[in-house]
């Protein structure tokens, strides 16, 4: 069993845990995920691993609750358990001989690209941060951006906080500005790494992707997180989930994640349904 030792919501719809895992917090690297079941019956679900501390033997995930598994691991609090928590699965971000590079974080994706700046920071890579969110309610993370970048730009649909416009608006200036960026790294919603990538082709800078499709054993044989790189099959839980944003077909990432739309709702429904029942109880 993995004890959840911290319980901390960030926003109403986003909640870290810090668990007990002292074997994966030993092996871990910012990019790598884990694969969590909350209790004995429910379902698989892969998380990217948001920190992690080797003295403490823990790992940090952070989850937006959107889905019946999500709903029913926000139901755990300080002191529980969850019943499977497997990892550290993937490739880790490569990190290594970078000199200036910049992050690229899109609303819960922030909390996959933290790590990976973190990382840098402490290797001495000269590090500007881009986060973006729909409005000021939404913003995570920012004390922890702030420590380890020399530049942070945060973004809002609305521009309730920070500069109102996408990433992508912040990501052109900079560039237009004269930063010559040895790498950007792009986390978040795909259609925001599309936009992003498109940006960095037109300028010729190398650009990493995370991606996280649908996946059911992390280990490759389900098939269920292919992606088409360079017009060749991958599997994001064993190839990645870090891609060449340049190569990737995100318009058909798209589509197959949206396969899954119908039974997303559905779960959702059934987990709102049964907690509702508890509580009744």
């Known amino acids: 069993m993995y004890k959840i030792v911290r319980k901390k919501e960030l926003n109403p719809t986003v909640t870290l845990m810090e668990i007990e895992a002292p074997l994966i917090a030993r ?25 992690f501390d080797r003295d403490k033997g823990t790992v940090t995930i952070i989850f937006q609750i959107v889905g019946g598994a ?16 497997v990892g550290p699965l993937g490739k ?6 970078l ?23 402490h290797l001495g890579c000269d590090v500007h941060s881009i986060v973006g969110f729909r409005n000021k309610d939404l913003v995570i993370l920012e004390n922890e951006f702030k420590a380890v970048s020399s530049v942070l730009k945060i973004m809002t649909d609305d521009g309730s906080y920070g500069e109102k416009g996408l990433v992508t ?37 190398k650009t990493v992707v995370s991606m996280n499709p649908i996946m059911i054993d992390g280990t490759g044989m389900c098939g269920g997180c292919r992606l088409t790189v360079g017009g060749e ?16 077909d995100f318009d058909e990432a798209m589509r197959r994640g949206s396969m899954y739309k119908d039974f997303e709702t559905h779960s959702r429904e059934a987990s709102c349904n049964l907690l509702k029942q508890e509580e009744k109880e």
């Open 27 to 51: 092996k871990a690297e910012p990019g790598q995920f884990i694969i969590f079941r909350a209790k004995e019956d429910s379902e698989r679900v892969p998380l990217t691993i948001a920190d």
């Open 70 to 85: 999500t709903m029913e691991l926000n139901t755990l609090n300080e002191g529980d358990c969850l019943h499977d928590f």
């Open 92 to 97: 880790a971000s490569e990190t290594e001989g």
């Open 99 to 121: 000199k200036k590079v910049a992050v690229v974080g899109g609303g819960v994706g922030c909390a996959i690209a933290y790590p990976i700046a973190k990382k840098l920071h």
């Open 169 to 205: 608006n912040a990501l052109e200036e900079l560039i237009k500005k004269g930063n010559k960026y040895d790498e950007v790294i792009a986390i978040g919603p795909v259609i925001m790494m599309k936009f992003v990538s498109q940006l960095t082709k037109k300028y010729d800078i």
């Open 233 to 248: 099959t991958k599997f994001a839980c064993v190839d990645g989930p870090d891609f060449d944003g340049h190569l990737v």
